[in-house]
Nanobody, 124 residues
C-alpha cells in the first residue's frame, strides 16, 4: 500500500491560484487512481476531483469544474491539483486519496489510503 503526503497549501487572495501536490511512497503508485477531497470547518468532506489509474479519465465536482485541474507525474510519484480562480468558499483542508486500479471514484469509502491533508485558505 502507498503512503500519501500532501503539500502546497497556503493563503491566497480571491481570484488567485494555488497548486497542491500529493506525493506517494511505493513503486506502484502508477497503478493507483487518485482523488482529491476537501473539508471545510463544520462541513462534510466533499469530492473535488479524481483521476483514473491509467490516466484516461478525470472527473470534477460541480463547484470546481473549469477552475481546477488534476494531473499526475508517475516519474515523480506525484499527483497535483492546480486551482485557479479561487474563491473564499474553496477554503478547506484538502486531502488526496488513492485506490489500487481504481477509476474516477467520487465516494470517500471507495478509497483505501488517505493523506493527512493540507490547508488552503482563500481570503476575500
Amino acid at each position: 500500500q502507498v503512503q500519501l503526503v500532501e503539500s502546497g497549501g497556503g493563503l491566497v487572495q480571491s481570484g488567485g491560484s494555488l497548486r497542491v501536490s500529493c506525493a506517494a511512497s511505493g513503486r506502484t503508485f502508477s497503478s493507483y487512481a487518485v482523488g482529491w477531497f476537501r473539508q471545510a470547518p463544520g462541513k462534510e468532506r466533499e469530492f473535488v476531483a479524481a483521476l483514473a489509474w491509467n490516466g484516461l479519465s478525470t472527473v470534477y465536482g460541480e463547484s470546481v469544474k473549469g477552475r481546477f485541474t488534476i494531473s499526475r507525474n508517475n516519474t515523480k510519484n506525484t499527483v497535483s491539483l492546480q486551482m485557479n480562480s479561487l474563491k473564499p468558499e474553496d477554503t478547506a483542508v484538502y486531502y488526496c486519496a488513492a485506490r489500487l486500479y481504481g477509476d474516477t471514484q467520487m465516494t470517500i469509502n471507495d478509497y483505501e489510503t488517505w493523506g493527512q491533508g493540507t490547508q488552503v485558505t482563500v481570503s476575500s
